[in-house]
């Protein structure tokens, strides 16, 4: 069954380093997700991506963040400067369309800012 | 502000036990998703729905698009439904996200 999956599964970074999440989503979806999830709260909306570009953004997607499809496999999340308050399991999820197809979730990257 | 609203916020149930979650949501959408995770964090996505009612196995989901409103019902209850059960509804573009359902089902 074809999956998106998701590199590193866990990331560990100093305060004010950049860091680069991967994501590979299901070959034939055309829309792109990243959520966040502090822990113990809710998960989050990021970033929509279709068509090499950013469909919708939520408050939290700043300029300290930003989206890439580098190669038309990978789907990368990068954020700069990291801060202490980053530290989330990030998600990335994929569809076939929008709106009215399934998305499919990647098992998550924890990332740690130290 | 809340766009989505989930209740039970924790639930526990028997095994067997007929389940029952409810999502409220005030935007609007063009479909719903209900997702699963698990104490390890990934997520599942369980149903995605844009009207009416849909059926896997023991999980029901039902949603209203006029009353704005979502159910996602497990029957049977089993052990290994115990989870956190989201409620995300869509624009297409974004997904807003309930705070989800802790579910744990006592054998």
């Known amino acids: 069954e074809p999956e998106v999956t998701q590199t590193p599964s866990h990331q560990v970074t100093q305060m004010g380093q950049e860091v680069i999440l991967r994501c590979v989503p299901i070959?034939?979806?055309?829309?792109f997700y990243w959520y966040r999830q502090i822990l113990g709260q809710k998960v989050e909306f990021l970033v929509s991506?279709?068509?090499?570009?950013?469909?919708?953004k939520s408050e939290i997607f700043d300029d300290q963040f930003s989206v890439e499809r580098p190669d038309g496999s990978n789907f990368t999340l990068k954020i700069r400067s990291t801060k202490l308050e980053d530290s989330a399991m990030y998600f990335c999820?994929?569809?076939?369309?929008?709106?009215?197809?399934?998305?499919?979730f990647g098992q998550g990257t924890r990332l740690t800012v130290v | 502000k809340n766009e989505v609203e989930q209740s039970p916020q924790n639930l526990t149930a028997q095994e067997g036990e007929f389940i029952t979650i409810n999502c409220s949501y005030s935007v609007g959408i063009s479909a719903l998703h209900w997702l699963q995770q698990h104490p390890g964090g990934g997520i599942v996505s369980l149903f995605m729905?844009?009207?009416g009612k849909k059926k896997h196995g023991r999980l029901i989901a039902t949603i209203n698009i006029q009353e704005k409103h979502s159910s996602l019902h497990i029957t049977a209850s089993h052990p290994r439904d115990s989870a956190v059960y989201i409620c995300a509804p869509t624009t297409g573009n974004q997904f807003y996200f309930g705070t989800g359902t802790s579910l744990t089902v006592i054998p």
């Open positions: 729905l844009s009207s």
């Open positions: 999820a994929s569809s076939e369309m929008t709106g009215y197809t399934e998305a499919f």
């Open positions: 070959s034939n979806h055309l829309y």
């Open positions: 991506f279709y068509n090499n570009e950013i469909s919708e």
